[in-house]
């Protein structure tokens, strides 16, 4: 087997990383586990505060939502002010320490709440089943503030 000169290096700080990490995947056994003091700081759950809405419909089996590639989580609910059927909707993003939070739209058919570790999205038809919709009070119950439109 040939091994160009250019891939050894690789190879060799690959090798040392991981006997550095404590790895010991060439004796075939677990590799060992990263300190809590290295691990990052998961997101708040937006499922729990998304319960805290009376009224808001979680999809069946929501425990603790999604989370996206920078350790983010998100989930939604729904009310059902639509003629029965789910209406305004209200997305939950929470942030792990230091990431970055999801840019929401701020306009006419979506309002923002921004609060620690965490932003919302009210989205509804403000002109129709949404038109009574207390979005202050949703505000309150997630421990934000509604931001102006266009902002």
């Known amino acids: 087997m040939r091994i160009s000169v250019g891939v050894l290096p690789a190879v060799v700080v690959v090798g040392v990383l991981l ?6 995947a060439q ?7 990263v300190p809590s003091s290295m691990r990052a700081a998961s997101a708040p759950n937006p499922v729990t505060m998304l319960k805290k809405l009376d009224g808001c419909v979680l999809p069946a089996g ?5 989370t ?4 983010n989580r998100y989930a939604s609910c729904d009310y059902m002010d639509n003629g029965g ?11 792990a320490a230091g990431a970055p939070l999801a840019q929401l739209p701020n306009d006419d058919s979506h309002k923002v709440i921004v609060g620690s570790h965490f932003i919302a999205g009210v989205t509804g038809d ?12 949703v505000a309150q119950s997630l421990g934000g503030k509604v931001v102006a439109p266009g902002r």
Not at 85 to 95: D, L, M, P, Q, R
């Open 62 to 66: 929501s425990s603790v939502g999604e």
């Open 126 to 137: 403000w002109s129709a089943y949404s038109s009574t919709f207390d979005v202050d009070s």
């Open 19 to 24: 006997s550095a990490c404590g790895s010991s």
């Open 85 to 95: 059927s789910a209406g305004t909707n209200v997305t939950v993003y929470t942030s």
């Open 68 to 71: 996206d590639m920078d350790g």
């Open 27 to 33: 004796s075939g056994t677990t590799p060992s586990v």
